[in-house]
Nanobody, 122 residues
Framework: QVQLVESGGGLVQPGGSLRLSCAASGFSLDYYAIGWFRQAPGKELEAVSCIGSTDGVTYVADSAKGRFSISKDNAKNTVYLQMHSLKPEDTAIYYC???????????????WGQGTQVTVSS
């Protein structure tokens, strides 16, 4: 049974940092790309970042470039989203999802976690 569990969200002041974790079970990160998405209130779902399973290729949205980075620990079957210099506009529910393939490009994401809330506010 495929399961993705996000953690690490919370309330942080502008300029602060958070590291989100996505613990995967029921499959191996060796074979599937994992993406991070976010949805702010009243806004559409936005792709934030993605990491391929074997090619190591990563993607980061323009809105997060230079501030967010994605990484994974295959031994722990966990993907991380490190976020620095957080802004109020980063406030959203962050979800991780499993792609249907090993690469991020043109991937579809069918399995999703429950999300973790990130709030950036002073």
């Amino acid at each position: 049974q495929v399961q993705l569990v996000e953690s690490g969200g919370g309330l942080v002041q502008p300029g602060g940092s958070l590291r989100l974790s996505c613990a995967a079970s029921g499959f191996s990160l060796d074979y599937y790309a994992i993406g991070w998405f976010r949805q702010a209130p009243g806004k559409e779902l936005e792709a934030v970042s993605c990491i391929g399973s074997t090619d190591g290729v990563t993607y980061v949205a323009d809105s997060a470039k230079g501030r967010f980075s994605i990484s994974k620990d295959n031994a722990k079957n966990t993907v991380y989203l490190q976020m620095h210099s957080l802004k109020p506009e980063d406030t959203a529910i962050y979800y991780c999802a499993r792609a249907n393939q090993s690469r991020c490009k043109s991937a579809e994401f069918a399995s999703w976690g429950q999300g973790t809330q990130v709030t950036v506010s002073s």
